[in-house]
């Protein structure tokens, strides 16, 4: 029988800060309805930020949301026992995920901020597409790339010269969220599973203390704006990071990759209903052809 010191770290690492409760549930549902939950809240949890905009600033509710996930996993998951534990390898991969997730929480809100959730989304994947390329180059992958990219010139045809600074971080955001895919896949695969995301968000937290600390400070002074500010950060960072990591643990690269093609309509949808951005018929077939060019296209298997 194998003591504990010869179980592999990041294996008894999960062990020690997983929930019974939690790990049977992951186990019984397929890993698609975990997909689901966090397509949804994914961009419902940002599109309330959104209307909290002008109560608390832009960085400010991204600083808010970033530490209202950090205190949640806190106790949950020990990230400073997590961080002194796993080796050198896995501490650098975890440095790059809260890294990776402190500055693409801000570029989200920013881009928010200046251009509907409806185009940050469909840029947000455009980029699967090209990192597919680099792993599989195929008439298929470029085809994908091609219908993607038309998509999107169609979506931001009008906006080059109007918003050009919204546009930066839309593309910042796109770019960073591959970062999020390659990077959350790598710690789901080492079995660190949620406690890793748990140390990734706090050293998140610790890379955006400095810069929306100043902005989230009204919202201390007003205890609804504070209660409203915690919501989005469960909606936003909560409940959508646990649910890739339990569907991200289960599915291939590839099929995880091939359902993102539904988040960019899902955007759209909550755009409409909670924020009224109800987009032209141009802005509907850009969409379509994102949406297709993502669904289309082929990723290399990890």
Same mark, same amino acid.
């Given at each position: 029988?194998?003591?504990?010191?010869?179980?592999?770290? &990041?294996?008894? /690492?999960?062990? @020690?800060?997983?929930?019974?409760?939690?790990?049977?549930? +992951?186990?019984?549902?397929?890993?698609?309805?975990?997909?689901?939950?966090?397509?949804?809240?994914?961009?419902?949890?940002?599109?309330?930020?959104?209307?909290?905009? +002008?109560?608390? $600033?832009?960085?400010?509710?991204?600083?808010?949301?970033?530490?209202?996930?950090?205190?949640?996993?806190?106790?949950?998951?020990?990230?400073?026992?997590?961080? &002194?534990?796993?080796?050198?390898?896995?501490?650098?991969?975890?440095? &790059?995920?809260g890294a990776c997730?402190?500055?693409?929480?801000?570029?989200?809100?920013?881009?928010?901020?200046?251009?509907?959730?409806?185009?940050?989304?469909?840029?947000?994947?455009? !980029?699967?597409?090209?990192?597919a390329l680099v792993?599989?180059?195929?008439?298929?992958?470029?085809? &994908?790339? !091609? /219908?993607?990219?038309? $998509?999107?010139?169609?979506?931001? @045809?009008?906006?080059?010269?109007? @918003?050009?600074?919204?546009?930066?971080?839309?593309? %910042?955001?796109?770019?960073?969220?591959?970062?999020?895919? *390659? /990077?959350?896949?790598?710690?789901?695969?080492?079995?660190? !599973?949620?406690?890793?995301? $748990?140390?990734?968000?706090?050293?998140?937290?610790?890379?955006?203390?400095?810069?929306?600390?100043?902005? +989230?400070?009204?919202?201390?002074?007003?205890?609804?704006? %504070? /209660?409203?500010?915690?919501?989005?950060?469960?909606?936003?960072?909560?409940?959508?990071?646990?649910?890739?990591?339990?569907?991200?643990?289960?599915?291939?690269?590839?099929s995880f990759a091939?359902?993102?093609? %539904?988040?960019?309509?899902?955007?759209?949808?909550?755009?409409?209903?909670?924020?009224?951005?109800?987009?032209? %018929?141009?802005?509907?077939?850009?969409?379509?052809?994102? *949406?297709?060019?993502?669904?289309?296209?082929?990723?290399?298997?990890?």
């Amino acid at each position: 029988m194998k003591s504990q010191a010869q179980v592999p770290t &990041a294996k008894r /690492i999960a062990g @020690d800060t997983g929930r019974p409760v939690l790990i049977r549930l +992951a186990n019984t549902l397929p890993p698609h309805v975990w997909f689901c939950v966090s397509a949804v809240f994914h961009y419902l949890g940002p599109a309330f930020a959104v209307l909290l905009f +002008a109560q608390v $600033g832009v960085l400010g509710m991204a600083w808010l949301r970033i530490a209202t996930a950090a205190l949640i996993f806190a106790p949950l998951t020990r990230p400073w026992t997590v961080f &002194a534990r796993v080796d050198r390898s896995a501490r650098l991969l975890l440095l &790059a995920f809260g890294a990776c997730l402190a500055v693409m929480n801000c570029a989200f809100y920013l881009a928010l901020d200046r251009l509907p959730i409806s185009l940050v989304a469909a840029i947000e994947f455009v !980029g699967t597409i090209g990192v597919a390329l680099v792993g599989l180059r195929s008439r298929r992958n470029f085809a &994908a790339l !091609g /219908i993607a990219v038309a $998509g999107t010139l169609l979506l931001i @045809d009008i906006k080059w010269s109007s @918003d050009p600074v919204g546009l930066f971080w839309a593309f %910042l955001n796109g770019a960073l969220f591959v970062g999020y895919i *390659v /990077i959350g896949h790598r710690v789901a695969q080492t079995g660190i !599973g949620i406690a890793g995301l $748990g140390t990734a968000m706090a050293i998140a937290f610790l890379v955006v203390l400095p810069i929306g600390f100043s902005e +989230a400070l009204p919202a201390f002074l007003a205890p609804q704006l %504070l /209660i409203a500010a915690i919501g989005v950060g469960v909606c936003s960072s909560v409940i959508p990071y646990i649910c890739d990591q339990l569907a991200m643990a289960r599915l291939p690269r590839a099929s995880f990759a091939l359902m993102l093609s %539904l988040l960019p309509l899902t955007a759209t949808l909550i755009g409409v209903i909670v924020l009224r951005q109800v987009p032209s %018929l141009t802005d509907c077939l850009g969409i379509a052809l994102v *949406v297709a060019g993502v669904a289309m296209h082929k990723p290399a298997r990890a």
